[in-house]
């Protein structure tokens, strides 16, 4: 099995950055790719980004909304994967979740595709 545990989310400014960590436990870390979903309130939970496993870091992908802002990369000495927000908008307050593609295939892109997730992390961005 593996535990995912997000860390890092709060309250900040409009235009102002932040970094969320996802730590994962269980299984090793290197075999799987993660991702980042969020969840704003009233809306369904959507694709962030993801990045692919490998021992070179990984490669990354990302919505067309966030691209520019959002940065994802993973420690693997940590068994951690960062996602680096920065120029925070309001629309981008939401529940933030990490997961893990432990098994199986399919779209980095799709909530599907995971099978483990960590409890997810709030993000607000307001004055």
């Known amino acids: 099995q593996v535990q995912l545990v997000e860390s890092g989310g709060g309250l900040v400014q409009p235009g102002g950055s932040l970094a969320l960590s996802c730590a994962a436990s269980?299984?090793?870390?290197?075999?799987?790719?993660m991702g980042w979903f969020r969840q704003a309130p009233g809306k369904e939970r959507e694709f962030v980004g993801a990045?692919?496993?490998?021992?070179?870091?990984?490669?990354?992908t990302y919505a067309d909304s966030v691209k520019g802002r959002f940065t994802i990369s993973r420690d693997y000495g940590k068994n951690t994967v960062y996602l680096q927000i920065s120029n925070l908008q309001p629309e981008d307050t939401a529940i933030y979740y990490c997961?893990?593609?432990?098994?199986?295939?399919?779209?980095?892109?799709?909530?599907?595709?995971?099978?483990?997730w960590g409890q997810g992390t709030q993000v607000t961005v307001s004055s």
């Open positions: 990045i692919s496993r490998g021992w070179s870091g990984g490669d990354t």
């Open positions: 997961a893990a593609r432990v098994t199986g295939g399919g779209s980095l892109t799709t909530q599907a595709s995971y099978d483990a």
């Open positions: 269980g299984r090793s870390f290197s075999n799987y790719p």
